[in-house]
């Protein structure tokens, strides 16, 4: 079998194995007399394989061209123990020499004959009319047709012009099949490749700064579902969250994080005047968790990956209208429910939700996933610090947070007992959070407390992720009033 | 996110939006396009950093000269990917007549060779990206995963001769990746892919 060994050695030259290998083989598809010096040494090596038997009574039969050819080419030739000449025998037939080289073992072989070769050539040929010879050709050129069939394609190419042309051409276009190469994008590049356009063309209708953050991380999240299977979308994703200062969660899957993404950016879609992707589903309550049950249970079916286009569609119509909008729809309100947040302020959490969901999906599928960009870190950080001193007041009339001190000597816009948030790492910075009042101006001259955490850690925090009591936070001074903020953050998040 | 069979009226509508200076517009086309754009970038160049560059300068191109692109003449997506193989060849043989010059021992055939060998890898990278999905999926069976035309046939529930057709109209499709066309418009990007 060493003849198989050497038409295996050298079809592994001829085009898979190495980008090295590669190169070279690439040639010999191309020049004419190239391919006829490999076929000459592949039809040899295949008698050898079939005939092994024969080759000495018939080895005679081999012209002096076939010889050379088997030589040169079939790198087993010479070591043959069953060919001691070095030249194949011509099998049956000397004049049906194929003129094509033969099938060519695919990248995953290595060293192992094709199977078809194994097969014993058949004592009866299988005969072909032209037109079925011709349908076989591309199976036959990947190697995909049975050993008798292989056979009577090879005879055919031998009397047939035409099909040997054709044969010829597609071996070559075998060749040409590469592996997809993994296609992750670095996703900073995305950032800058559009910055370098809009300095060389400032752009007529630009994205609005506070909607960007959410425009990257839509693009990002998307690129993370690119290669996922089905396994991946049926992937059971556990949601995290604080309830009544309780870790809530909820089971759901990769295509269930997705159908909630959609529903509550439905919210902003609607706000626009844009289409609610809810479509005739009535929502349990108009609030994020409210949107996404009944969605999910509206379905018969749990969600596929067929929520992905539409999420998409929608994430770049949101950035899209915010855009044409533009400076007034910045005045614009998204009704959350119970609460309600500015245009610009509901776009950024929509960024903060789909990075922390990203995260989610990353997690449930072992993908890695990095943070957002630090600028954009840094105002999703910055959203969160400005809503903090409203949520500690209704907490505290909820009896939720410790009272206030000196109300009545807090004036609006007044300075008030205040807490200093320090925020480390890129994306981070520091916050005043007024204690005692949303309407206080926080103060430097009345800090009572220091809290410094990591920006990650601090979105982990509010994204219910991390709970108050074990956030990974450096404290200094009122432990009360760090206690309320803490848990403040964490009663930001939500389904 | 690849999108087959998008219409042309999403493409005429992405010229306008881009002719007009929408930026969210710019983002969509990167969305849609870049892994096209890179992956066939990095096919010619072989290197990360020089296929981030060409895609780089791909858009820059789009976003600067929206209107060069004209849908009578075909998808966008095949503009894009013809415009990509122009630049990304160029760059190719700027960097490679560059070394030629420090280095004795390369010569021009060579550089030659290697500039073609590149440029049809890359075409065939986008003739299976954009054939039918029935013929891609035939293709994948038959070569990535080594089944014969009939255990095809079985595993995509079409006959046998089906199979055989797939097979063949497929690896046709895919020889076209070695026809040279005129300069500077290079072949395998028409409108029918």
Sequence with gaps: MSGAGGFEAHDEQGGYEGRGAREGSRDREVFPEDTEKMSDGLGNGDDDTGNAGDDHESGQGADAHDAGGAGSAGDGGPDDPEDPEGNGSQGTDPHHTPRIPLPRASVEDTGRPLPALEEPVPSVPLVLEHRVLKALLGAWALAACSAEETAAVEDHLGVCGACADEALRLRGAVGLLQRPESLDLDPGLRTRVLDGCLDRRPPRIPVPEWATPYDAETARLDALLQDFGDAEWHAPVRLRWFAADEATSRRTTVAGVMAHLMSVDGLVAVALGLDDPMGEVPADAPTPAGRTEAYWRASHFPPTRSVRTPWREQSHDLVRTVSFTGGTSGKLEVAYGDFVLPLHDAMLDRAFECWVHAEDIAQAVDYPYEPPSPRHLNRMIDLAARVLPAVLAERRQKGLASPAHGRHLVSAGGPGRTLRLEIEGLGGGEWLIPLDSPAAAGSAEHEVAHVALDGVEFCQLAAGHVPPAEAAAGQRGDREAIRDVLFAAASLSRM | ?193
């Design chain 2, 1 to 193: 996110m690849a999108k087959k069979d998008a219409p042309p009226r999403w493409d005429r509508k992405m010229q306008q939006r881009l002719a007009r200076g929408e930026a969210a517009a710019l983002g969509e086309l990167y969305d849609r396009f870049a892994s096209l754009v890179h992956g066939l970038a990095h096919r010619v160049l072989g290197d990360e950093r020089a296929a981030d560059g060409i895609t780089r300068e791909v858009f820059v191109h789009v976003w600067e000269h929206p209107e060069a692109y004209d849908p009578k003449q075909g998808p966008l997506r095949s503009w894009v990917a013809g415009l990509t193989h122009r630049l990304a060849v160029q760059r190719l043989r700027a960097t490679e007549t560059a070394a030629l010059t420090q280095d004795t021992e390369g010569s021009t055939e060579e550089l030659e060779r290697k500039v073609r060998h590149a440029s049809v890898a890359a075409r065939a990278d986008y003739i299976v990206q954009s054939m039918p999905t029935p013929l891609r999926a035939a293709l994948e069976l038959a070569y990535f995963q080594r089944r014969d035309y009939r255990q095809a046939a079985a595993d995509l529930s079409i006959t046998e001769d089906e199979a055989r057709r797939r097979l063949r109209l497929g690896l046709q499709l895919l020889s076209t990746a070695h026809d040279t066309g005129a300069p500077g418009a290079p072949p395998g990007y028409g409108g029918a892919a």
